[in-house]
């Protein structure tokens, strides 16, 4: 996801969130996989985030745009196909 994030710097605002998990873990993993900086990471430790979009497992990925969701996947996707959900949600 990083990789892809980085090449929409300034167009989009790509934020991880990760649950059920500490704070330590959550920083370090976040420092293996998201280490392009593209991305923001959060933990949703009271599982707020997770409750508003109604997501009850991971990985799942959601495109917001203007307030109204665009775009949900569940699992993880190809790097072309992520590099064109970015695109089309940008259209």
């Known amino acids: 996801m990083d990789y892809v994030a980085a090449e929409f ?3 989009v605002d790509v934020i991880a969130v990760a649950w059920a998990s500490t704070y ?8 293996g996989f998201l280490n392009r900086g593209a ?3 959060l933990l949703d430790e009271d599982d707020s985030v997770f409750a508003a979009f109604e997501v009850t ?4 990925g ?4 203007g307030g109204v969701e665009v775009k949900r996947w569940f699992g993880s996707l190809p790097e072309q196909e992520l590099r064109q959900a ?4 940008l259209a």
Not at 62 to 65: A, E, I, N, R, T
């Open 39 to 41: 991305t923001r990471w």
């Open 86 to 89: 970015f695109t089309d949600a």
């Open 9 to 11: 710097v300034g167009e």
């Open 62 to 65: 959601v495109f917001v745009v």
């Open 24 to 31: 330590e873990k959550t920083a370090s993993a976040a420092r």
């Open 57 to 60: 497992y991971q990985p799942v």
